[in-house]
């Protein structure tokens, strides 16, 4: 997993929306470093198996599952992405669920595939800070969320995640002054090369997903715009 | 902060409780590798700082405070201790606290000194289970938060709380069992050279509370009964 101190971007694919097969291999060989699956909304088994067998056959780069709920894993990923939501309200979403999954199959969980993350939701109409019952960070509390997921938890992953909306730019550089071990993620609202360049100068990784549904030209776009840099 | 790891035995110093300096001298110079100032009822700055001064007068070994109110961090101690409850009902006394804390003073913190724990509280009668509003773990429980505290959090201490009661040393034993990197700390209960070789066969680092008030020779002859193993 060193590697992924290389990457610059990601895409994201949701296995409850519909994707051609002509875009999806597009997104797989467009230059991008790795492809996460994840979504909030009717995740279904099936649905992230469908996807995981048509990546199968034209991915070339590492296939991620971000993992929703840990009763759905399902094996064969490269690598397993846990959010563990620091800002939610309740220990449930930062490591019950986590916990009680650990209980019941932690002789089955390879760890050195299971990446866990410090997540930060920060757009408060997105499903994603509703269902976990999350509060709205303010900018020295989102700094000591970062601080944490270095110095105190070893993370090594802190996501910051605007999940539909274009985030500030000025808080993700901030966040990521605090941090030195820990990589910083963004994701959420980048649809234009500008917006991916504009957040790869602060981020170690961004990740664009929903675009690719919206506009996929543009989308496809974000990885030059980023490797340039 | 390596030395930690040749660390078996410490004595922890309750600040509300009173010792003579015969007494005071006696632990700092047992043999034991560490003292902990720390408690639950009546801690005040008065009484650490008090205390802290006596044990500069005549101890030799790394003098800890644990943090019980992390507002209440007096200075000059050589390591912080810094209980996180795994098995609080509330994430508040799992992250939340230390948190708001970091928020506030994280430009003071020196973080080399400030060790983070995972606690794991198991005698539900005691003050620290209900001022924190713990659950009572079962081992299967027990053995998933300490796989965290390694696998997830990668926290430098697994601390086994039996907090005035001699606990299940199979219970240790297995926990043990699920750690290579994070260290076990035991505490609770012992009061006997016996009790303490019985539980450091299992766990890395034995703590010695109460009895050093209770029954201080007895106490005493615990650091000599782990040292010889």
Redesign the interface.
């Known amino acids: 997993m060193n590697k992924m101190r290389e990457w610059k971007h990601v895409f994201k694919l949701d296995p409850a929306k519909e994707i051609s097969s002509d875009h999806l291999k597009g997104v797989c060989e467009s230059g991008t470093d790795a492809i996460i699956v994840g979504g909030t909304d009717n995740i279904t088994e099936d649905g992230i198996i469908n996807l995981q067998e048509r990546l199968d056959k034209v991915s070339t780069v590492p296939c991620i599952l971000e993992v929703s709920s840990m009763e759905a894993i399902t094996p064969g990923f490269d690598y397993y992405f846990i959010p563990?939501v620091?800002n939610?309200?309740?220990?449930k979403w930062?490591?019950d669920v986590?916990?009680?999954a650990?209980?019941e199959y932690?002789d089955f969980l390879h760890?050195p595939e299971?990446i866990?993350e410090g997540y930060c939701i920060l757009n408060e109409d997105s499903k994603a800070f509703q269902y976990t019952n999350s509060y709205l960070p303010d900018i020295?509390?989102t700094?000591?969320?970062a601080?944490?997921a270095e110095?105190?938890?070893?993370?090594p992953i802190f996501y910051v995640e605007y999940s539909g909306m274009y985030g500030d730019p000025t808080l993700v550089k901030q966040v990521k002054n605090q941090l030195n071990e820990t990589l910083l993620f963004y994701g959420g609202g980048i649809e234009t090369p500008s917006q991916a360049k504009e957040m790869k100068q602060h981020a170690d990784v961004i990740v664009v997903g929903n675009s690719i549904y919206t506009n996929y030209e543009q989308a496809i776009e974000t990885v030059r715009a980023v490797k340039e840099n």
């Open positions: 563990m620091l939610s309200k309740e220990k930062m490591m986590h916990h009680q650990i209980k932690k760890y299971m866990f020295h509390d700094i000591a969320y601080y944490m110095h105190v938890f070893h993370l």
